[in-house]
């Protein structure tokens, strides 16, 4: 057959009923084909410090599932809600300097301080975004690149909050086992959670406000609301890992306003697949690791960082994981036409 | 029943810089009828039901729903006070399956304190009730299309949605954007019952439409618009043999079509 007469039939895997959530399981290996996706993840993602070669590694890991973090929440509020954000570093920032104050300030350990901060901090900044809530277009994205270059600049020019030298002396977790298994879990409750989150009713209003705010006024809810919900959300799962990163480092600084934390979740978004949540978090496990293993060659790693991500957006636009589940979830086959 | 009108439109002017797009436009409508707004391309309609539901502010004047002032309220406001719309380009929530268009509705807060269409929204989940909705509004229940992706359905079902989306907040008052344009004569005509069976559950309804002939059937009151200032206001049967009305359509074939069966 040549090119012009064939096209790719492709057929759902017949679990299905009718719509997407409603699935009849017949079998024990429709019920693996089901889990085992899940499955490998959540075992993967926990064998995952014990495999690693050193603690440098093991540390990589850490900050790896920081970057998840972020890119789950960009992710969240990108296809979910339409809202593009680049506020990865001020959701670190903020998140990083409330923990570093209130460990060092008031005393209290990590095991306070991260849940603290991460309300907190989703607080803070769900109320400084929330003038560009009621906005449609790129007004979100600029506002969220703007605030952690004009406080980074504050708390340099002012010399509060420890100028440019940080807040040292943050307590650091009990050993690096919690501090590993600790940010892992967090990464598969925000990824299981926020799946679960999208799907439900809320979730629905979420994707709604994305897909057609006007209609969504014109059914009686405020689309700002719904926007400061998410946000919240977005920025509280930021936060925490910003809390979590300073507890690592045990040092709370200007560099946490740095804007790798902005653009690497979202290159990793791009890779893994946007709108799966899955995949970010996929792509995050991919791209840092290899601006480690590429340290060897430095700033020289930019270009060869910059060719993986070209070549992806070339040949692989839809990323890895909306790849890898059309082909899991559907049989593909060429027929005549 | 009383006999106050429940919904006044006092005045309303809307002005984009110089162009004045409603001028001055006064009407009542009354509850439980069916209220036509017919005018020419650029006459007004649509910035006119922009300024009641308050999804542009209005330059000036007064909108009274059941007495009480709505103008200037924000468009979720008086959404929630049951006075709902739909959409001149239908855009519905295209990633969802159909009947999870509907959960958004019925989420709402107005839907969640009413109970939703026909107090559903209390007594099963939303899901169930949304089905409920699409089966009553023209989607057949054990078909496939209640389940599709809105994207992937054709424009006659989209129409139904909108005014399914609409019905799920319980509304008072819905006010269809040319809910006929784009239908096929079939289609139409299937629509045209279930619009009179709105009326009988006691929904009243402004319509804006260039279908004429449709319109003057299931309209009680007939409004025409022309330049964004009022022209006339009467029953069908006046406009028809309205000559003012005839200047405005003057050479629409449709119109001179629908006099001529008068």
């Known amino acids: ?337 | 029943m009383n006999n106050q009108p429940i919904l006044q439109v006092q005045e309303t002017t809307k002005a984009f810089g110089g162009v004045i797009a409603v001028n001055r436009v006064s009407l009542d409508v009354n509850e439980g009828e069916i209220l036509g707004i017919i005018g020419p391309n650029g006459s007004g309609k649509t910035t006119l039901i922009n300024c009641i539901t308050g999804f542009i502010k209005m330059t000036s004047g007064k909108v009274l729903f059941r007495g009480k002032d709505i103008s200037g309220k924000p468009a979720h406001k008086i959404a929630d006070m049951g006075i709902t719309r739909t959409f001149q380009i239908m855009r519905p929530y295209y990633s969802l399956p159909c009947y999870k268009n509907l959960v958004i509705p019925l989420f709402s807060p107005r839907a969640k304190r009413t109970g939703g269409w026909r107090g559903g929204g209390k007594l099963g989940d939303r899901d169930t009730v949304s089905i409920d909705i699409l089966e009553e509004i023209g989607f057949e229940r054990d078909s496939f299309v209640p389940y599709k992706i809105a994207s992937t359905l054709p424009t006659g079902y989209l129409k139904r949605l909108e005014l399914a989306r609409c019905l799920a907040v319980k509304p008072e008052i819905i006010i269809c954007d040319e809910i006929f344009s784009g239908l096929s004569m079939s289609e139409i005509a299937s629509m045209v019952p279930l619009i009179e069976r709105l009326q009988m559950d006691g929904i009243t309804l402004i319509m804006i439409e260039h279908r004429l002939r449709e319109l003057f059937r299931v309209s009680n009151r007939i409004l025409v618009l022309n330049f964004g200032e009022k022209v006339i206001e009467g029953t069908p049967e006046e406009i028809m043999a309205d000559e003012k009305v005839k200047e405005v359509y003057f050479g629409s074939e449709e119109v001179e079509e629908v006099m001529s069966h008068a």
């Open chain 1, 1 to 337: 057959m040549t090119i012009e007469e064939r096209r790719k039939e492709r057929l759902d895997r017949g679990i299905k009923v009718r719509t997407d959530g409603i699935y009849a399981i017949m079998s024990l290996r429709e019920l693996s084909y089901l889990t085992m996706p899940r499955l490998v993840l959540i075992v993967g993602l926990l064998i995952l410090p014990l495999v690693m070669p050193s603690m440098y590694w093991q540390r990589v890991i850490s900050i790896v599932c920081i970057y998840s973090l972020l890119a789950l929440s960009f992710d969240f509020l990108a296809h979910f809600l339409g809202l593009v954000s680049l506020g990865g570093a001020f959701f670190i920032g903020t998140g990083g300097y409330i923990a570093a104050i209130l460990n060092t300030s008031f005393g209290l350990p990590p095991l306070f301080t991260i849940p603290i901060s991460s309300f907190l901090g989703a607080a803070i900044c769900t109320l400084l975004l929330l003038p560009c809530l009621p906005l449609r277009g790129v007004y979100f994205a600029i506002v969220t690149l703007m605030y952690p270059l004009v406080l980074a600049r504050i708390i340099e020019a002012l010399n509060i909050l420890g100028g440019t030298d940080g807040i040292y002396g943050v307590a650091s977790f009990a050993n690096r086992w919690i501090e590993q298994y600790f940010v892992i879990l967090m990464v598969l409750l925000f990824l299981f959670g926020m799946r679960r989150l999208v799907n439900m009713d809320i979730g629905l209003v979420f994707r709604a406000v994305k897909d057609n705010d006007q209609a969504v006024r014109a059914s009686g809810m405020s689309i700002t609301f719904y926007k400061a919900i998410a946000v919240f959300i977005a920025s509280g799962v930021g936060c925490l890992g910003g809390a979590c990163l300073v507890h690592i480092y045990m040092w709370s600084g200007i560099s946490q306003f740095a804007l790798d934390f902005s653009i690497i979740p979202i290159a990793a978004t791009v890779i893994g697949g946007a709108g799966t949540l899955v995949g970010p978090v996929l792509g995050c496990f991919i791209l840092v690791p290899i601006n480690e293993l590429l340290r060897a060659f430095g700033t020289f790693r930019i270009l060869i960082y910059s060719l993986i991500l070209v070549a992806f957006i070339v040949f692989r636009s839809e990323g890895i994981m909306v790849y890898g589940q059309r082909k899991y979830h559907q049989f593909e086959r060429w027929v005549k036409i």
